[in-house]
């Protein structure tokens, strides 16, 4: 608890008016300084409690691309029934937020830029200087948290894919009408080509085509299709490459040393391959296999 | 600029508090600055409402700069300076104004309102009436609502919220501020040079008597002193307030000379001391007001060879004193030649009727108090009339003119008359002046002084007996009184209060009453005070009081802190009560070792228990989903919630 600025200047003004209530000997000007005072004084006491038993948690952990700034989702509790107000999470310098009685907020904190992989949350200070702006209250929160930073993506446009599926899955992929096996039903991350429009428009469901022959052929983005880079290179491009096919639609699978995902398609398989490259520990030796 | 746009509706709701704060802590200056300032400043407030309620963008930096320039210069011409009551005030007052138009970041807006606790304290300067400490306070409440407001910069508070907050927080201040006000060691003022009081000079009376000056007192109804008396008070017919003695004549004029002042008491000892307490409003001179014959004052008081009683420094402000008198003394048995070829001395031959009068009484023997009472009893007999309009006395034998001619005056007239009849007979006697009476307030038992209560007698000295006091005009009838209000001298033996009966009178009374205790305890309340005060509570030295201070100040906010502590306890169950079973569902799974994650919504929950503990699946799914449909649904359906209810509290989860 410290005061703030403003705060100074306003034990300035009070000296000042004690000094001139001396002056004149006047009762009054007294009783308003001392006022004034005790009021700053009870204030303190104020901005302490507007912090006090606050909860403090992690929120969902926040994804982005290496380089990024990290960002951290901090949910406050506020487990009373005195609503709290201008609570500030002191790196951000913005985000001013009030918890009304019993309820949870999120707040973003966002720090520093990230590199690949799992990026601690930093220490960080919850502060506020409600309802008189003349103190400073702050608490110092430690979380186990995390943001996880996916390579960067990096790379040409075309998504290459490692032999030999490719010849095979860009042939049938786009005339495949006789591999059509039949319909299923809409998920997020489909890609909108592959919507049969015209059931959805007979029947209002969003229907999807499936082909049996894209079941098999087996698109594979392969760490070792860019051999000769380095690690974070490598993972950059493969970034890319599922970026890319996902914004294709297209089916593919990940080969990693020591780990691969069987070819899937949409928004949780996407995840699941960013996340795996994010969190990829390079083997002893394939490290800098290549110049770089 | 970009900030004009960046207005928003929110800003600008608590910008108009803030305006509406300052012109509520302004008001009351309308009563003592000059008009073109106030004129000067509700035309920049309105230009500023009416500029914010447009979302007009604010004045330019140069504008603003003129302005202020305008401000200090104009300032300095009509008052001369930019410092002082008056000017200082006007100027502050201003200067508020103008800053209202560069409202841009919460700092500004903090000073802002930093500055009108600054205003306030400039209003207490003109008025310390118990109105205006009940306005001020209110105006207190308002700043710092707006205070609070400023605080909370994401934008406007509920103005309920934040008056109750500042409400709250004023409201915890005033035990502090109690006990800084009572244990805050005073030190006496000033500390820098006082400016004179520019209003009309305080009256009260002079360092001399011509005719005219009581006359213009009497009409005066303004309080110049209260009095509570310890004990019983003294009868009306005792109670002479000691003031000015007068001892040189001039013919016209009776005169006081500056006396040297002792801080011994010329009676020291007497065996019956009457104790009082006075409050004396400012009156710009040294002199106490004392009873009779002053024995004691307060501390630092002195008195002078003819029984007065000083203060150390002229009186600027109301001040509390205690002060002990002798009602039955004797004192100056010798007389110092000085004194006497002084308080004997006539200008020339004048009056001769008054000498052949006074030759006449010695005639038949009369002497000492026998000539004084026989000269008491002439006025009584011969037809003096008691009038505050005497016709003009004019030439050099006034005293003739008065005894022989006109007969009619006030009790300067009969005092000065009196004085030189004793001095023609040989008998050293000199004017006093002070007041007389006094009104009784039952609320309280008090006394309250007016100017109107002015008066003048007259002592004479007599061998073996020292100085007696003989006041002609209470030997005047009241049938021979020509005054219906209460004047001083012959009028005042009428009783005031039958005088003007009635309700108001009564009422007004009762409002003295309230005044008196608050000028008693609260305005009084200085150093002296304030030793005599803590000393009974055995805290005699400021070390002491600061002591005293902190650990009161200390205790005082652990308690509070306690207090607040205590508010935001955790309270959970105090939400609606499906939030409340919902609570308990998952402390039980938590129990299990299945916590809910802070980020995982019910339905996920739902699923992951599910899918962790097979046998507890049908038992959650069907809270879960009774839990979203009253939560996220809206489904408000008692029935279900009371299902929902009912399922939580059989729900154990032992089924492993």
Redesign the interface.
Known sequence: MLPTR?GM??AL?LL??L?????????????????????A???M??T??NL??LQV????MHRVFAGETAVY?I?ISN????PR??LQLAQTGSG???IG??DTRSLILASGRTVRGLNPAPRFKITS?????LFQAWSWVELDMNCLAYPRPQGGKNVSFSQPAIGEGKRSHRGGNEDFSGLREYQRGDSPRLVHWRAAARTGELLVKQFTDMEDPEHWLDWEQFAGLSTEARLSRLCQCVLDSHRDGIRFGLKLPGKSIVPARGEHHRQQCLEALARFQAPADAGQSGPS | MNTAAAHSAASKTSELHLVAALVVAMAPHVLHLPPWVMVCTAAIICWQALALVRNRPPVGRTLRLLLCLLAFGSVYLAFGRINGRQAGASLLVLMLALKLTELNS??DK??TL?LA??L??TQ??FS?SIG??VY?LFA?WLI?AS??D?????GP?PVRRSLK?SA???G??????AL??VL?P???????G?PKPNETATTGLGNHMSPSSIARLARNNSIVFRVTFEDKPPPRNRRYWRGPVLEDYDGATWTHAEQHATATPIVSSNTHLTHYEVILEATDNRRLPALALPVAGPPRASFTRTGLMLADKPVR?RILYHASSALDYRYQIHLNPATRRRDLTLPGMIDPKSRKLVRQWQAHGLQGVTLARRAMRYFQNQSFYYTLQPPTLSGPDKVDQFLFGTRQGFCGHYAGAFTVLMRLAGIPARVVTGYYGGEHNKNGDYFIVRNSNAHAWSEIWIAGQGWLRFDPTSMIPASRVKVSQSPAGAGERAPVDAVHGGFWRSMSLHWDWVKMTWERS?????PDLQSAFLTRFGLPDWRSMLLALTGF?VGF?AL??VI??W??????H??DPI?RAWQRFCRRLARQGLPRA??EGPLEYGQRIASRNPLLAEETNAIVSLYIGLRYRNLDDPLLARQFRHRVRKFRGKKR
């Open positions: 403003l200047v306003f003004l000042v008016m000094l001139g209530s001396m002056n004149y000997s006047n009762s009054l000007g007294f009783m308003l300084t001392f006022l004034l005072a005790g009021m004084l009870v204030g006491h104020h302490h409690r006090l038993r948690d992690s929120g969902h989702e949910r487990p009373s029934t005195s107000f201008s001013l937020t009030d009685e019993t200087t409600y309802p008189l702006g | 919460h700092r903090s000073l930093y606790y600054f306030l304290i207490f300067l310390q205006m400490s001020m207190a710092t205070l609070v400023v605080s909370h910069p994401q508070l907050s709250a927080l004023l915890q201040a005033l035990p502090l501020m800084l006000f805050f005073r030190i006496p003022g000033p500390l820098w006082l402000h609260i305005l009084a309340y200085g100040c906010l509070l802190g607040l502590m508010q935001v306890r955790p309270q959970w105090k939400g939030a802070p980020h």
